[in-house]
Nanobody, 115 residues
């Protein structure tokens, strides 16, 4: 199993980023997929979950209306579109596949929202 995130970067408040996660090594379409984030000195938190069919199963309250999770089962990709970014969205963002007892994680992609 391999998960590779990309798309992070430095963006000004109010800006947008689209994170991507390329998945391989498992039957991607059979699993829900998750995005987490972890800010410095804070616990990792769940941001969004997408069902196998592509419906959004969960969006964190603090990002509702600003973030959208999506997936392309033909390409084994999951995305996180982030709009109206705020400084408090600054964190390392991780893709997660809940396979087995502990799941699998990517290496993360850094998102920094700052003027």
């Amino acid at each position: 199993v391999q998960l590779v995130e990309s798309g992070g970067g430095l963006v000004q408040p109010g800006g947008s980023l689209r994170l991507s996660c390329a998945a391989s090594g498992f039957t991607f379409s059979s699993y829900v997929m998750r995005w987490y984030r972890q800010a410095p000195e804070k616990e990792r938190e769940l941001v969004a979950v997408i069902a196998t069919s592509g419906g959004s199963a969960y969006i964190r309250d603090s990002v509702k209306g600003r973030f959208t999770i999506s997936r392309d089962n033909a390409k084994n990709m999951v995305y996180l579109q982030m709009n109206s970014l705020k400084p408090e969205d600054t964190a390392m963002y991780y893709c997660n596949a809940p396979i087995g007892a502990v799941g699998y994680w990517g290496q993360g992609t850094q998102v920094t929202v700052s003027s």
